[in-house]
């Protein structure tokens, strides 16, 4: 595969996930709320949870916004991906995630279709949107006041 063709399939999988979005819409009930904005491109993002009674493990994650079909796709495929995993592994995939993005580590086997997104390292301006939504998401899991209404802003990374 020459890697003409790897782009393009990277591409086809992100404005796949962009124009069907399986997660789109509001978690319910809303455990964890944070909106999240990457001035560079103008993508804003509004992430809801559900997470376990306990609080340990993410039972939903659903998305809102408006930006690039990188920043949307990014945000589905995060969702799609954070189903049923401990908030701690979580964490540890916001790290893999932007390490991928600085074309250091990638996703084992099982969580393989993040790795659409390693095509995006290529472009440095379009890796604050792909990171916005695990931007965002580390947000929401370390926020103190988990209803607080406020926004992050990937400005300074
Ligand atoms: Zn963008």
Known sequence: ?????????YQQVI????????????TNP???????????CGDTIELTLQLSEAGDKIEDVKFEGEGCAIAMASADLMA?????????????????????????EEFPKELRKLNVMQGVSQFPVRIKCANLTW?????????????????????NE
């Open 1 to 9: 595969m020459t890697l003409g063709n790897l782009r393009g399939l």
């Open 15 to 26: 404005l796949e996930h962009y124009k069907k979005p399986r997660h789109k819409g509001k």
């Open 30 to 40: 809303v455990h964890r709320y944070q909106k999240g904005h990457n001035p560079s």
């Open 80 to 104: 799609d991906a954070l189903h049923g995993k401990p908030v701690n592994e979580a964490l540890e995939m916001v790290q893999r995630f932007q390490s991928m993005m600085k074309g250091q």
């Open 135 to 155: 931007h965002t998401l580390k947000a929401a899991l370390e926020a103190n006041d988990p209803q607080a209404d406020s926004f992050v802003t990937n400005e």
